[in-house]
C-alpha cells in the first residue's frame, strides 16, 4: 500500500478578497498562514511525516509547505517544483472579482467559467498586468497557457504525476503534493475515476491535508481519501462552493 498526502495551500490574499487568482502569485493571508500550522500540526499528530514534497511555483503553495513542515519537523525533506502543478489559469478573469463576474455575466456563464470540465475563460492578452507572459519562472515552457479549463490541467499534471510521484510511491516515499484547488482536483479525478460532470461538484477546501492509501494500481482503497480533520473539510469545502455569492 502506499500513501499519498495531498494539500491545498492555505487561504491566500486573493481567496479572502474573492477574486479569481489563477496564475497570479499572490502571498498567503494571515488566515492562511494559521492553516498551513495546522496542517503541520495534523501531519505529526497523524504521525504522518513526508518524505518527499512536490510544490508549484506558486508562493501560496511554497509557503503552505514551508509553514507545515516546519511545524511537524520536516523542513528538511527533498522538494520537486513544478508549473505543472500551479492553479489552473484562469485567463482574463484574473484579479477580477468573482461576485461582480457573476453580476456581469449571469449563473450559467460564471459556473461554466468556473466549474466546467471542458469551456475554459476567455484568454488573456500578453499585455495585461496579470499576464505571465514575461515571467522568468516560465522560460523556455512551449504554449504557455493563457488560459485553461479543467481538462487543460489534466493534460499537464499527469505526465508529472506519471513520472516524477508515481515512482516516488513505488520507492516508498510518503508524498506530499501542496498545490491547489484545480492541480488537485485534477489529480483527484485521475485517482478516484470521476466523471466529466460530477468532478464539477468536487470541492477541496484551504489548508486541510487529504490523506490517499493506494493499492498497487495507484487507486484508491477508500474512494475520495480521508482528510485529517473531516469536520473542518466539509465546513470549509461548502464555502468554497459559495465563492462568487
Aim: hydrophobic letters at 40%.
Amino acid at each position: 500500500m502506499y500513501k499519498l498526502i495531498l494539500l491545498r495551500h492555505g487561504e491566500s490574499e486573493w481567496n479572502a478578497l474573492n477574486l479569481f487568482t489563477g496564475w497570479v502569485d499572490v502571498a498567503l493571508s494571515e488566515k492562511g498562514k494559521a492553516e498551513a500550522f495546522r496542517a503541520g500540526e495534523l501531519l505529526k499528530e497523524t504521525n504522518l511525516l513526508p518524505t518527499q514534497l512536490h510544490t508549484s511555483l506558486l508562493r501560496r503553495a511554497i509557503s503552505t509547505a514551508q509553514i507545515a513542515l516546519d511545524v511537524a519537523d520536516r523542513h528538511w525533506i527533498a522538494v520537486t517544483r513544478s508549473w505543472r502543478l500551479n492553479e489552473r489559469h484562469y485567463g482574463a478573469l484574473q484579479g477580477k472579482d468573482k461576485k461582480e463576474t457573476l453580476a456581469t455575466y449571469g449563473e450559467e456563464q460564471f459556473m461554466l467559467w468556473r466549474r466546467s470540465f471542458d469551456v475554459p475563460p476567455p484568454p488573456i492578452e500578453p499585455t495585461d498586468k496579470y499576464s505571465q507572459a514575461n515571467d522568468p519562472r516560465y522560460a523556455g515552457i512551449e504554449n504557455l497557457p493563457n488560459t485553461e479549463c479543467l481538462k487543460d490541467v489534466i493534460a499537464r499534471m499527469l505526465p508529472y504525476w506519471q513520472q516524477q510521484v508515481i515512482p516516488q510511491l513505488k520507492a516508498g516515499e510518503l508524498v506530499l503534493i501542496t498545490a491547489h484547488g484545480n492541480s488537485l482536483r485534477a489529480l483527484v479525478k485521475e485517482l478516484d475515476g470521476i466523471s466529466d460532470t460530477d468532478i464539477a461538484e468536487l470541492n477541496i477546501p484551504t489548508g486541510i491535508p487529504l490523506l490517499y492509501d493506494l493499492d498497487q494500481e495507484f487507486k484508491p482503497i477508500t474512494p475520495g481519501g480521508k482528510y485529517l480533520d473531516p469536520v473542518a473539510a466539509a465546513e470549509a469545502a461548502a464555502k468554497v462552493a459559495n465563492q462568487g455569492r
